[in-house]
């Protein structure tokens, strides 16, 4: 059974530090893309950040850029956002995503380019 889990999400103060970690499960991540996008309510789920699979290029969302990293650890079968001076316009719901194949700069943050899904974790930054 194809499973994605979040974890690592909670309450931080503004400027803190969070690690999501996605692990998966009845599949093996290597050939996926893994994309990482967060939601608040009345909004579109957005993009984040995406890792693709086959060069390890990376992509982030501009207001995230230079304070998250995304990361994979595949004999794990686990990959991961550290969010670094967290801001209160970061709260929101948090999915990990994959897509088997690479991803690409004009393609990464669609939301239908990824097969599966995890059921979120809440990430909530107080000011």
């Known amino acids: 059974q194809v499973q994605l889990v979040e974890s690592g999400g909670g309450l931080v103060q503004s400027g803190g530090s969070l690690r999501l970690s996605c692990v998966a499960s009845?599949?093996?991540?290597?050939?996926?893309?893994i994309g990482w996008f967060r939601q608040v309510p009345g909004k579109v789920r957005e993009g984040v950040s995406c890792i693709s699979s086959t060069d390890g290029s990376t992509f982030y969302s501009y207001s995230v850029k230079g304070r998250f990293t995304i990361s994979r650890d595949n004999a794990k079968n686990t990959a991961y956002l550290q969010m670094n001076s967290l801001k209160p316009e970061d709260t929101g719901v948090y999915y990990c995503?994959?897509?088997?194949?690479?991803?690409?700069?004009?393609?990464?943050?669609?939301?239908?380019?990824?097969?599966?899904w995890g059921q979120g974790t809440q990430v909530t930054v107080s000011s």
């Open positions: 009845g599949f093996s991540l290597d050939y996926y893309s």
């Open positions: 995503a994959v897509d088997l194949g690479s991803q690409r700069e004009s393609s990464w943050n669609i939301m239908y380019e990824y097969e599966y």
